[in-house]
């Protein structure tokens, strides 16, 4: 906190118009978006921010109370700045939570568009197996950043992204996800504590665009593939030749996505 009782939270605004507000993932800041939001046309505000300890965001987590409330109320925070209905954009973690802000947060949300969310219940739903080896992987993750192994964070990116993804990122990416891997252990916490289920995204009326990369992981496919299920307004995408770092790697593909999507829709302004 600063001099104030106002939460310390990334907040970053361009353009005029709907507005549209993207949540980055684990290990993500507002510049993971740049490459997707200056290819998007005009006549949007753009508002950027970071979840729960990234970037200029404070962490209010602790390891007894990870859960992603925390992370609604940082959505909450931005959209009432915004003043008015928003469109959610999330990648990954992000996804996940902006589908938990449309859920929980009691916001005017007039859209969503996920890039490889993540909500882990659903593929206990879908494939029980799959759900505890990966509860398996992430517990080993945080075993392993106990033990002080520098690099945990790569195997969460190697999970998501395919063997190699961690050691193919530039040096500056590195470092920042070994400064940050505290916040990535909170984030597996607060993922297997969020439980909703198809049932429960059934209730969620607004359009929802939701991507995945055609070489997603296993896991990934199960998620998307229930979510795509359960939603009843929903606009399936798969980008060729992607993984779960789309937004960055095949960034004009997915910004033409999501212009589609929002010029599809009966826009608020």
């Not at 993540?118 to 080993?140: C, F, G, V, W």
């Not at 992204?161 to 505290?182: L, M």
């Not at 992981?217 to 307004?233: K, N, Q, R, W, Y």
């Amino acid at each position: 906190m600063s001099g104030s009782t106002e939460p310390r939270i990334d907040y970053v605004e361009t353009g005029e118009g709907p507005v549209v507000v993207f949540v980055p993932g684990s290990i993500g800041t507002p510049a993971i978006w740049k490459g997707i939001q200056k290819r998007l046309p005009g006549g949007y505000g753009i508002v950027s921010t970071s979840l729960c300890g990234y970037g200029g965001t404070e962490e209010a987590r602790t390891l007894d109370d990870a859960s992603v409330a925390h992370q609604v109320r940082v959505i909450k925070f931005v959209a009432e700045k915004t003043g008015g209905p928003i469109h959610l954009v999330g990648h990954s973690f992000g996804g996940t939570i902006c589908l938990a802000a449309a859920l929980y947060g009691d916001l005017d949300i007039a859209s969503i568009a996920t890039f490889e969310a993540n909500p882990l219940a659903m593929i206990k739903e879908r494939a029980p197996a799959l759900y505890d080896s990966t509860r398996e992987m992430s517990q080993a993750f945080e075993a392993a950043y106990d033990a002080g192994e520098a690099d945990a964070s790569g195997r969460i990116i190697d999970f998501w992204g395919g063997v190699g993804s961690f050691a193919a990122f530039p040096d500056v990416v590195k470092d920042y996800c070994r400064a940050t891997t505290f916040a990535n252990v909170l984030d597996w916490r607060g993922a297997f504590q969020f439980n909703a289920v198809a049932a429960d995204y059934a209730g969620l009326e607004m359009p929802i665009l939701l991507v995945r990369g055609a070489e997603a992981c296993p896991e990934m496919v199960v998620i998307t593939e229930a979510l795509g299920s359960s939603l009843p307004d929903v606009t399936p995408a798969v980008v060729e030749g992607a993984s779960h770092f789309l937004i960055t790697t095949h960034a004009e593909e997915c910004a033409g996505l999501l212009a589609g999507f929002l010029d599809g829709l009966d826009t608020p302004s």
